[in-house]
């Protein structure tokens, strides 16, 4: 319940502050997938952006996230997990595209149940990703990453760990479209 509250209260100040900063702002959501027979993943973060100048935005978003891993007995591992994230987007236009990287830091929380028990688990990551984003109108754009560059820090109920990756897998891709305001 606080999770859908939050979601509301983002965006009914994404559309308050958008009535005076007309042009400035873009509301969004990406949604990422990933299946095979061994994984199942699906994400879903809405975010709000503010344009700072031509080049650049900063966006901030929420995510939601499932997974199911189907390769441990006796039974599936499920994770269920939310976080909270933001990254600064430095953009080239040309005509309608705009290409940018995008360095960006989250924290993330997840409940793990493997069948057996229940853990949790935090999670710190630092990212640089590239992106591309095409305008179909003035006001409606649809948005393309993918995971480049990815320092993650875990913690919680299990033993603490690092990891530094450069991920250019498809489960790193992700799609959103993009009202601009």
Known sequence: MKKQLFLSFLFML???????????????????????????????????????????????????????????SPDDTKTSGFGIGVQYRHCWKNDNFYFYLAPGVGYGTAKVDDGTTDFSVNTLNISLTPGISNMLSDKWSINAEMGLIDFTSVSGDVESDSEFSINTTMSALSFGLWYHF
Do not use: C, M, R
């Open 14 to 72: 994404g559309l308050s502050v958008g009535s005076f900063a007309q042009g400035k702002l873009f509301l969004g959501v990406d949604l990422g997938f990933h299946s095979n027979d061994a994984h199942s993943s699906f994400e879903l973060s809405p975010a709000l952006g503010y344009w700072l100048n031509d080049n650049a935005a900063i966006v901030g978003s929420v995510g939601f996230s499932s997974e199911t891993d189907k390769t441990t």
